[in-house]
């Protein structure tokens, strides 16, 4: 954990990054290292449960969209 | 970790002393009871089987032959619930215990005593079970889903059911923590995360899985439960309840629970691929991804069950567009799986034989669950025999086929003796034509109305039954060709090699003498 410092700097972008990659279920070699190193347990965790959380409201109003088109 | 190192070392001399039952009785070898688990999973997989033979014969020919009406329904009933909770789930357990431990560098399970615990609970709960079918009432007629208002009526058998369904969630939420703990505290230095065998990452997110979903099944049995004994109305519509609050409990519990029997079925088959591919698994890391996201998008799609429960259109959207987009990290693997078959230097031993049955049929069977998925096609098919073909095809030519396989490819280490090869194939072709005889004319038994769960059925559908009891039969028979070639395999003179495949990577035979030592890793491998 020598990149502890890291942590703080541009990790949002990764987060969101690995949690996307993770829902299409495709991740390079070389990022996922990155991830390893660079990402806590917890943030991908929450940064998981954020996505879920996303994803279903993003269906839901593609849902809605749809129901008020006719 | 000392600590637990020194228990582990501690227990080992006593656990040699006991013998004859006293050994296994109290056990706490993660070897030991791993074997139980998979002769208790085996046994009930030929209990469950008994039933499936009893359902095939009746529904052979049109008219009612040899089961009244009532105790058929128990029949389907049980035979569900017993596979289901009985035969798959333990059986991965099973390989959980005889695996894990093996497979990240630890000298056993991180709580030893709970995991003898966890196994002794199925006896009892396997018990009620059987022997509700002998009570007065007989047992549970009102399928493995047990729906109010069926279940709320109906005797002693139901209680015994519901009772058994207790204490086999408290078993696997104990094995899930069990497992959890293992993994991320007991592997071996510098077995990192990510330098973990993908069924052992499979695992490590069944159990997360299983310890947020038992706990809601174990909520919805106990509802049950006060409303048929203590004057509660949560589903009785009488004193304002809702019957359709079990379905929505029952599925939140039942969706991820389709996926508790696959993910570990994953994992395995990640193993004997690239195995017999003498290649590395190709996109580990994907791989891994894709499992997690499986498991957190299994939670979101509970109500495809229910699309003629009734719901609004919002919500039937909503469940038919998430369920849809849940194939995609399924399909994902697929294509995994393949790239790692590509330009490898393949060879087809029994194991892979399976695995590759696996892929094969697992794929119909994710094809018929997206057309399930579809609303105004799942409201057609929904209680059909197509919904039985579709999940016949991922539970057993998915499930129990990664079992098989994975049973072959781990028999040398665990008993120390190979397995007969020439039978192995004969019991994958045997098990693969007759499950496709078996299932997937059901596909089309389905399409043209024939419903689930009836003892008799209009003449239309009589060729087609018969072809599938006649598969069915075949099947069942062969699984007996099964438990010879274990049973040869063990009382073989003849000691296995100690690395049978060229191609397997992983601790348990790189690092570990065949057959696997009483205690694993005494002193923790050091994984670079
Ligand atoms: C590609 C992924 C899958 C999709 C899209 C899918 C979809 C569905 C749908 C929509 C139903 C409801 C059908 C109905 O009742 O009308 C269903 C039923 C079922 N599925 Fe799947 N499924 C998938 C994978 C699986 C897997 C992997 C398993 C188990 C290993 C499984 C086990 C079951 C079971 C047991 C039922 C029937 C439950 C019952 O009513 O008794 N499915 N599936
Ligand atoms: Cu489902």
């Known amino acids: 954990m020598s990149k502890e410092e890291k942590n703080t700097s541009g990790t949002f972008m990764q987060v969101a990054k690995a949690v996307l990659a993770a829902f299409m279920g495709i991740r390079k070699q070389s990022d996922l290292e990155n991830d390893a190193a660079n990402l806590k347990p917890a943030q991908v965790i929450i940064g998981g449960l954020i996505g879920a959380t996303l994803f279903v409201i993003s269906i839901l109003v593609l849902v809605k969209i749809i129901v008020n088109l006719n | ?528």
């Open chain 2, 1 to 528: 970790m000392a600590a637990v190192h020194g228990d582990v070392h501690g227990h080992g001399h006593d656990d040699h002393h006991p013998t004859g039952i006293m050994r296994w009785v109290t056990t706490t070898n993660h070897k030991d009871i791993g074997s139980m688990y998979l002769w208790f999973s085996l046994t009930m997989f030929f209990t469950g089987g008994f039933l499936a033979m009893g359902i095939r014969a009746e529904l052979f020919q049109p008219g009612i032959q040899i089961l009244e009406p009532e105790l058929f329904n128990s029949f389907t009933t049980l035979h569900g619930l017993i596979m289901v909770f009985g035969a798959i789930m333990p059986a991965f357990v099973g390989f959980a215990n005889w695996q894990i431990p093996m497979m990240v560098g630890a000298p056993d399970m991180a709580f030893a005593r709970m995991n003898n615990w966890s196994f002794w609970l199925l006896i009892p709960a396997a018990l009620l079970l059987v022997s509700s079918f002998f009570v007065p009432g007989g047992a549970a007629a009102g399928g493995w889903t047990f729906y109010p208002p069926l279940s709320a009526q109906g005797g002693l058998g139901v209680d015994m059911m519901l009772f058994a369904v207790h204490i086999l969630g408290a078993s696997s939420i104990m094995g899930a923590i069990n497992i959890i703990t293992t993994v991320l505290n007991m592997r071996a230095p510098g077995m990192t995360l990510m330098k973990m065998p993908m069924f052992v990452w499979t695992w490590l997110i069944t159990a997360y899985l299983l310890v947020l979903a038992m706990p809601v099944l174990a909520g919805v049995v106990t509802m049950l439960i006060t409303d048929r004994h203590f004057g509660t109305s949560f589903f009785n519509a009488a004193g304002g309840g809702d019957p359709v609050l079990f379905q929505h409990i029952f599925w939140f519990f039942g969706h991820p629970e389709v996926y508790i029997m696959i993910l570990p079925a994953f994992g395995i088959v990640s193993e004997i691929i690239p195995t017999f591919s003498r290649k590395p698994l190709f996109g580990y890391s994907s791989m891994v991804y894709a499992t997690a996201s499986i498991a957190i998008l299994s939670c979101i799609v509970w109500a495809h069950h229910m699309f003629t429960a009734g719901m609004p259109t919002v919500g039937q959207l909503f469940f038919m567009y998430a369920t849809m987009l849940i194939a995609v990290p399924t399909a994902v693997k697929v294509f995994n799986w393949t790239a790692t078959m590509w330009k490898g230097e393949m060879t087809f031993e029994t194991p892979m034989l399976f695995a590759i049955g696996f892929i094969f049929l697992f794929v119909i069977g994710g094809f018929s669950g997206v057309i399930c998925a579809i609303v105004p096609i799942d409201i057609q098919v929904q209680d059909t025999y197509y919904v039985i073909a579709h999940f016949h095809y991922v539970l057993v030519s998915g499930a129990l086929f990664a079992l098989f396989g994975g049973a072959y490819y781990w028999l040398p280490k665990w008993t120390g003796h190979m397995y007969d090869e020439t039978l192995g194939k004969w019991h994958f072709w045997l098990s693969m034509i007759f499950f496709n005889m078996a299932f997937f004319v059901q596909h089309f038994l389905g399409l043209a109305g024939m419903p689930r769960r009836i003892p008799d059925y209009a003449l239309q559908f009589a060729d087609f039954n018969m072809i599938s009891s006649i598969g069915a039969f075949g099947f069942g028979l062969t699984q007996l060709l099964f438990v010879y070639i274990v049973i040869k395999c063990i009382r073989s003179k003849e000691p296995a090699p100690e690395k049978p495949w060229d191609g397997a990577k992983t601790l348990e035979w790189t690092h570990l003498p065949t057959p696997a030592p009483y205690h694993s890793f005494e002193t923790p491998p050091v994984v670079k």
